[in-house]
């Protein structure tokens, strides 16, 4: 069995080592690389960075939900220990538990912010303040590169995340827009009032030359432990932002705090905002305004996502770029041709059609007929979908058939059925003109059946007489 790569490193240089998890060894070298492409060597530079779970899912730490379960998928599907030799199967069962786990904690908004703010040692619960995700980091360091600890896990494993800014929460928000707005594009400004960092003490929430002393709250953890009621008589324990020092592990006291946000590191102030919507925009698609939502100190603010849905439209129906109407014509026009606006455009042009075109046709109902070029126009391009046109015949009246004298003409002028229906038996029956397919299968069964002569069938058989 080869050696250990890290057994060989001097003594002291054994807790100082540098690790970033991307689930791929080569023999003799303490390396990975999720396509095994490329190897980096170990930096041995006194710097020990801790596990990144953005990393072991190969996402950005601002990704959405949605990214990080496509990531997760694939990440879980590429390590599943089915899917590998049985030399390796070890390796891969590891490698499986620590992609769910990252997955269980990012996806969750609560687990991932306290993530953000406090990395692993939020989930240590070794250290009396973490949450217990299941999984022990150090044995699978030890499964997968043969890392001895020594009783503990290096300085970065657990620590907070101090290499890199954490990003404050996304706020999302859902916009309303009509079809019309969709097809020819808007601008919107509104107003918002959110937090932004105190100019007078650049967010450290006291005076000047002011120094914090450490939450008394929390123990300078920036973290508690709560209790929370899932059921009747069923409690949880979770792990909270301290409600005393907003998580930073630190307080002023009264009189040292700064005296425009009272403490709060923020104010509130206002900002007219502005949004942009494309034309040919569709449901679902997302405005965002980078780095608007509320800050914080010491993170990079989020984003404000808008969200877009479209209210119904009374006329139009959107698939993709095309749109389809209903349009009505009267029975003179369905079979004598016309010459008209049939319908009103979302942008407020009128759509003129005659009919018949070059070839004479006649309208039936339930026609379609498709105008191209007409429908909603694609992002970013002069092309646009096509319209779907339901046709609709308008029939006269009761009222106009009884009290019109044409009616003999007319039946002399249209084309009476060509169909004969031969059957031996014809019986004349009269039809409810109120009647509709609603009522279609109410019909009730009788529970007896009855012979030719009108008596119901008798109970069981009958004895012959002798």
């Not at 904690?105 to 299941?134: C, E, P, Q, W």
């Not at 918002?192 to 953890?221: F, L, M, R, Y």
Request: with cysteine.
């Amino acid at each position: 069995m080869p050696e250990s790569p890290r057994a060989s490193l001097p003594a002291s240089q054994k807790s100082l080592h540098r690790t970033t998890l991307r689930f791929t060894k080569r023999e003799g070298d303490l390396l990975v690389n999720p396509n095994a492409l490329q190897q980096r060597p170990l930096k041995m530079d006194g710097v020990a960075e801790e596990i990144d779970l953005y990393e072991v899912l190969g996402i950005e730490q601002g990704a959405s939900k949605s990214e990080i379960k496509k990531a997760y998928h694939k990440a879980a599907l590429s390590s599943h220990p089915d899917k590998v030799a049985e030399s390796e199967r070890v390796e891969a069962e590891t490698k499986f538990k620590l992609v769910s786990k990252a997955y269980e904690i990012l996806y969750d908004d609560n687990k991932r912010h306290l993530y953000d703010t406090h990395g692993m040692s939020a989930f240590d619960s070794s250290r009396g303040n973490g949450v217990d995700v299941g999984v022990d980091l150090e044995d699978m360091l030890q499964q997968m590169f043969g890392m001895d600890m020594g009783g503990g896990m290096p300085p970065g494993f657990g620590g907070g995340r101090p290499q890199r800014p954490a990003k404050g929460d996304d706020e999302q928000h859902p916009y309303q827009v009509t079809l019309e707005e969709l097809y020819k594009g808007k601008t919107a400004k509104f107003a918002s009032t959110k937090n932004v960092i105190c100019s007078h003490c650049k967010g450290s929430g006291g005076k000047e030359k002011a120094k914090p002393k450490q939450c008394s709250s929390c123990e300078g953890k920036g973290i508690k432990q709560a209790l929370r009621s899932v059921a009747p008589g069923m409690v949880t324990r979770d792990t909270v932002i301290c409600s005393s020092c907003k998580g930073k592990g630190t307080v002023f006291n009264p009189k040292d705090k700064c005296k425009k946000c009272k403490g709060e590191c923020v104010v509130q102030a206002r900002k007219v905002l502005e949004i942009y919507i494309p034309r040919g925009s569709k449901e679902g698609d997302k405005i965002v305004l980078e780095g608007e939502a509320d800050q914080v100190p010491d993170q990079e603010p989020g984003n404000i996502v808008f969200t877009l849905v479209q209210i119904e439209h009374n006329i139009f129906r959107r698939a993709g770029a095309d749109l389809s109407a209903t349009i009505e014509v009267t029975l003179v026009e369905a079979l004598c041709g016309f010459s008209r606006v049939v319908i009103k455009h979302l942008d407020g042009r009128g759509l003129h059609i005659q009919h018949p075109q070059p070839i004479a046709s006649v309208l039936e109902p339930g026609q379609v007929i498709k105008v191209e070029g007409e429908g909603m126009p694609y992002k970013k391009s002069d092309m646009k979908g096509d319209l779907y046109l339901l046709v609709k015949i308008k029939f006269p009246t009761h009222e106009w058939l009884v009290e019109h004298q044409a009616i003999p003409k007319l039946r002399e002028l249209l084309p009476g059925s060509d169909t004969t229906i031969e059957a031996e038996v014809i019986d004349d029956v009269r039809y409810d003109e109120a009647a509709n397919l609603d009522e279609f299968g109410g019909g009730a069964e009788g529970d007896n059946w009855v012979d030719d002569d009108g008596d119901e069938e008798a109970d069981g058989p009958q004895c012959a007489q002798q």
